[in-house]
């Protein structure tokens, strides 16, 4: 049992559907991530924030819309989604101290997302 | 620009024995943090060891074990003993101090034999 806990677990939906991924961390941690794992592709970092705020946007499509609306809770919110967009989304949290760099980040189980 | 390379995509060790995954990182930030994630195959992502780069000792956690060599930029996992259970993909990856951007290497996939 991680202390991240990601929901769905898998998720089938249509290019023209619309959904929400889930985060939630119970670790008290002040900074979390979305990243895609496409396979055979290394983790993509897609958002990170921090103390609510977002730090981090890499260039990611405008189909994918972040929401944190407190340190503990994370959305990915999904619209009109294309077929390449198929991949396991996970979420990481990690505390950040003044910008140490020594804290590892937890990750959650991810959402297997698969668009038809 | 930040950069983690992982040479092997595959490798095969028998159980028992010792298995060294390689890594091997670019940055110019004198500053920076070093890890290693294991991901079996049901998704989850598990943090294993870390590594500063002003540490003077190399890390270990249990059987795992970094051999850090800073002027060569590497930061390779040494999995000892290894277990059944060790057969998963393992990430090499980097964060600058300052930075909450984390680099992920492409991973090697790791089988353990019986």
Known sequence: ETGVTQTPRHLVMGMTNKKSLKCEQHLGH???????????????????YNFKEQTENNSVP???????PNSSHLFLHLHTLQPEDSALYLCASSQVYGGDSNQPQHFGDGTRLSIL | AQKITQTQPGMFVQEKEA???DCTYDT????????WYKQPSSGEMIFLIYQGSYDQQ?????RYSLNFQKARK???????ASQLGDSAMYFCAMRETGGFKTIFGAGT????KA
Do not use: H
């Open chain 2, 58 to 62: 190399n890390a270990t956690e249990g």
């Open chain 2, 19 to 21: 298995v060294t995954l």
């Open chain 2, 28 to 35: 110019s930030d004198p500053s920076y943090g070093l890890f």
């Open chain 2, 109 to 112: 996939r790791l089988f353990v």
């Open chain 1, 62 to 68: 405008s189909r994918f819309s972040p929401e944190c």
């Open chain 2, 74 to 80: 590497s930061a390779n996992l040494v999995i000892s």
């Open chain 1, 30 to 48: 002040n900074a979390m991530y979305w990243y895609k794992q496409s396979a055979k592709k290394p983790l993509e970092l897609m958002f990170v």
